[in-house]
């Protein structure tokens, strides 16, 4: 039987693209992570909601803006068309790389001069959102494989990587009359793992000092974009550039959050269990700002399960 050839198809439900729908599903399935622990250090649901309205359409802007620039350096102009199908989002050619970058400095601007008496610990803001942000790239690269881009080279037929994908994906990446490496789902795959390790096990027990686990994602994703863009079907420098500095400046944050800036807290070891063997392993540690009167924690606690630590 003949396998179809996907070349530039873009799947489809109803009238709307199977692209958009997991870009949309990506940010929403973020921001709730971003909900969860944002009212566990009860900031306030407004602050969050502005949050959002600055980041969505700045990350969209901005992630539109690099690729363009994308392909005016690698094609020495607009390649795909006329000059105006630069605005056709829902055709594919975002960089997640200038989303993320252009979202982050907004919020980061939007943190450092609100004048709300409420103020949001900038620290603990970059430790909430950004590891979160890998759940939206873990599910966004979907949309790759519903446009059928962001492959590797010819993968072939009878070898290991070949016979352990599934069927629907391996018969969907039969492109331009060759089987090809699913590149997007060894991403996803990839970001869904950091995810579940940045944000479900180190911020869920807050192991790390605020601020660390934002820069380790900027670190990982780095390390990853850039391993495996050359792998890419039509590489490109820029990209490999940007995740070049973004392994740097994470290096970076991450030694300055976890051990150079001084921290302005309480520190609280919270033990989860009353075992003595078990609380070695099972607690959360609470980094409550010091002229606060009250635990961020929305979790009761008594006199002998808290121990205080010395702030650094």
């Known amino acids: 039987m003949q396998v179809k050839d996907w070349a530039g198809i873009q799947l489809k439900l109803g009238p709307m693209n199977v692209y958009s729908l997991t870009m949309m599903l990506g940010m929403l399935t973020a921001i709730l992570t971003v909900y969860f ?158 995810y579940i390790i940045l944000v479900w096990i180190l911020n869920n027990w807050n192991w790390l000092r605020p601020g660390t686990t934002g820069g380790l994602y900027i670190v990982y994703y780095g390390i990853i974009r850039f391993g495996m863009e050359p792998l890419r079907d039509g590489s490109y420098t820029i990209y490999k550039v940007i995740s070049a500095l973004y392994i740097i400046v994470g290096l970076v944050l991450t030694v300055m959050f976890e051990f150079v800036i001084k921290l302005n807290y309480n520190v609280y070891k919270v033990n989860t269990y009353n075992n003595e063997k078990l609380s070695k392993f099972f607690y959360f540690i609470v980094y409550e700002p010091k002229n606060s009167n009250s635990f961020a924690f929305k979790k009761s606690t008594t006199k002998n399960q808290i121990e205080t630590k010395t702030a650094a």
């Open 37 to 194: 622990f944002w009212r566990r250090e009860k900031y306030t649901f407004e602050q969050l909601t502005i949050l959002v309205f600055i980041a969505l359409p700045t990350a969209i802007i901005g992630a539109r803006f690099v690729f363009v620039i994308q392909q005016l350096i690698e094609h020495k102009g607009w390649a795909d068309g006329p000059w105006y199908n630069a605005f056709f989002i829902w055709k594919g050619g975002l960089s997640i790389h200038g989303g993320v970058i252009t979202a982050t400095i907004c919020c980061i601007l939007y943190i450092l001069f609100s004048k709300n008496k409420n103020r949001i610990d900038l620290k603990k803001a970059i430790t909430i959102i950004l590891p979160a942000v890998l759940i939206g790239q873990a599910i966004g690269r979907w949309g790759n494989f519903a446009n059928h881009e962001v492959y590797g080279g010819v993968m072939e037929k009878g070898s290991v990587a070949f016979e352990i994908l599934p069927k629907l994906i391996r018969d969907h990446m039969f492109i331009d009359g060759k089987y090809r490496y699913p590149l997007f789902f060894y991403e996803s795959i990839a970001n869904l793992a950091a």
